[in-house]
């Protein structure tokens, strides 16, 4: 029970409808989203616009799934989210551990820089980025793709691991050290299976981070390595208006976050208010 | 162990960065591998008198202004409808969180669909429910008048759930003794809010609009997909203007002037506002 909760049964009832009124409000844009790309092509930009199809089809995702380049955008989509987060988690835990664990005011300086990239807009680090990828030989590719999106979830991520690195007692990692065990072993050993929470949640948000990057792939893709978003916008200008491909395709790229939201909401609830909340 | 993470935001953000600020002081020809010249502050001179850069940098503070207090309003009003209603509330908490999930792009562009004129759904049901005499009456995209508030709208529906947890989380750690103390002395809600629960939050508070606030200024992908900076340029902020100047113009130096500029002011106001409203180590933290 918190302080905050009310308890005249009125005033309890009169707040659910509210509370509902506001969620229901909140989650229409989707749930039309969804109910629009089953309607008929025609069915999508006809006046008056109507709530519910009146006939109900698969055809917007028959015809998203079988446009050029969409399944193969998908995957280019699947691999750079999973080599971005890889990427981010084998440079962010040592990093964080060292942070934590040495605290030297080297640490301070590096976790308060890592915050300051933060605040560069992608569009500047995203031009010259093109150049340097072009020199390393790796142009429009997944990879090239996922050191960028990296930058971007990095800085978060090393925040949050130290965050959960802070909560594991030192007497953990000096028991393992009796029992023999290095540095290394106990960190390996000890430590990250008792932060294995937190990994899953920092690794949650640098999939989302790339999942969902659309300035870095307008900048660095042509046509291998080319991202769903980029064929989402591109729908736009190419085929003039076709609102049911878009969306269709739009609720096919929003499923695997729903799904990842639905089985580790609460890991993701605790990521986003860890580091807000402890300050 | 730091060391691996230092290279790489050392090559990937430092040197793009170093490379980006030196940019700003010479003539580059589009063309890979076109002459460059030293101009020294030239390019400033030329993003300081250009009416664009003025436009885009006032655009990006309303743009900025619009969605941190909506997104404040909105998420405090909610995180503490969740707090009245306490755990019984948990699965709508969790509806709340999807937003949050989708991509930039799809929300530009399925808001867009949202609010088109005619057979756009937004229209539709104002005019079903007496608000509106037609469909088109409201131009929410078309009207240079109203298009920076309507392109910040998928911002605000995406993130204000970021706001709306960050506050709840806050609001259970207020502690509960205080506010009975503070009622037993005959506070009301209001009160209890305005002068007791809002204080104790701001260090969260803070932190929050921060983030917020940082993100919304440097908004590309919902504004890109939705008006490109149109209708007449009203809803062009900085960092389309940039991308504008780099990729259609091909003016690299020009483009790198502007972004230095605004890179220094983020980084002042964030600074300022870290130490002015978070105040770090003043507060019970």
């Not at chain 1, 190419?238 to 609102?243: R, S, V």
């Not at chain 2, 929300?107 to 509106?132: M, P, Q, S, T, Y």
Request: aromatic residues 10%.
């Amino acid at each position: 029970m918190n302080g905050l909760e009310t308890r005249r049964v009125s005033t309890r009832i009169l707040l659910w409808i509210v509370l509902i009124a506001i969620v229901v409000l909140y989650g229409f844009p989707f749930i039309y989203m969804l109910l629009t790309s089953l309607k008929t092509p025609v069915e999508t930009i006809a006046v008056p616009a109507q709530v519910f199809p009146s006939l109900w089809t698969l055809e917007n995702y028959v015809s998203a799934l079988t446009r050029d380049g969409v399944l193969s955008s998908f995957i280019n989509s699947v691999v750079t989210a999973v080599l971005s987060t890889l990427i981010s988690l084998v440079l962010a835990v040592p990093a964080a551990y060292a942070i934590t664990r040495y605290r030297t005011r080297l640490g301070r300086v590096f976790i308060l820089v890592a915050l300051v990239t933060r605040m560069v807009p992608a569009i500047v680090v995203g031009a010259p980025m093109i150049g340097i990828f072009h020199s390393l030989g790796i142009s429009d590719t997944s990879l090239a793709l996922a050191i960028a999106d990296t930058t971007i979830s990095l800085p978060l991520s090393i925040w949050l691991m130290a965050s959960f690195f802070e909560a594991v007692p030192d007497e953990l990692e000096e028991a393992a050290k009796i029992d023999g065990a290095s540095r290394l072993g106990a960190l390996w050993r000890v430590v990250i299976p008792v932060t294995s929470g937190g990994i899953a949640v920092t690794a949650i948000f640098a999939f989302l981070a790339s999942w969902n990057d659309f300035l870095f792939a307008l900048l660095l893709t042509a046509v291998r390595a080319q991202t769903t978003p980029i064929v989402i916008a591109n729908l736009q200008t190419q085929f003039g208006l076709d609102w049911g491909t878009m969306t269709a395709l739009a609720v096919l790229y929003s499923i695997p976050v729903i799904l990842l939201t639905f089985v580790l909401q609460r890991h993701i609830v605790a990521g986003l208010t860890l580091g807000a909340v402890k300050g | 162990m730091m060391l691996p993470a230092a290279l790489f935001l050392a090559i990937f953000v430092g040197w793009p960065l170093v490379q980006f600020v030196s940019n700003s002081f010479f003539d580059i020809s589009p063309i890979a591998g076109g002459p460059r010249t030293f101009i020294g502050f030239d390019n400033y001179v030329a993003a300081f008198q250009s009416a664009d850069f003025w436009s885009a940098a006032w655009h990006t503070v309303v743009y900025t202004v619009i969605v941190v207090t909506l997104e404040f309003v909105i998420g405090l009003a909610v995180a503490l409808l969740f707090s009245a209603l306490g755990d019984s509330s948990r699965f709508l908490r969790t509806i709340f969180l999807y937003p949050l999930m989708i991509a930039p792009i799809v929300a530009g562009l399925l808001w867009k669909f949202l609010l088109i004129d005619n057979f756009g759904i937004v229209n539709e049901l104002l005019k079903r429910v007496g608000i509106l005499q037609s469909t088109d009456q409201i131009q929410w995209l078309s009207d240079p008048n109203i298009a920076l508030f309507s392109v910040a709208l998928p911002d605000i529906w995406l993130t204000t759930s970021f706001i709306t947890l960050v506050l709840f989380a806050g609001l259970q750690n207020v502690p509960g003794d205080i506010l009975e103390a503070a009622r037993i002395d005959g506070a009301r809600y209001p009160t209890l809010i305005f002068r007791i629960v809002i204080p104790l939050l701001r260090p969260v508070i803070a932190v929050a609009l921060i983030v917020r606030g940082i993100d919304a200024a440097r908004v590309f992908d919902v504004i890109l997909i939705q008006t490109n900076g149109g209708p007449q340029g009203s809803t062009e902020t900085m960092s389309l203007l940039i991308y504008r100047t780099l990729v259609r113009f091909g003016e690299p130096g020009l483009a790198s002037a502007m972004g230095t500029i605004y890179l220094i002011v983020m980084m002042a106001v964030a600074i300022f506002a870290v130490f002015a409203i978070w105040r770090p180590g003043s507060d019970a933290r």
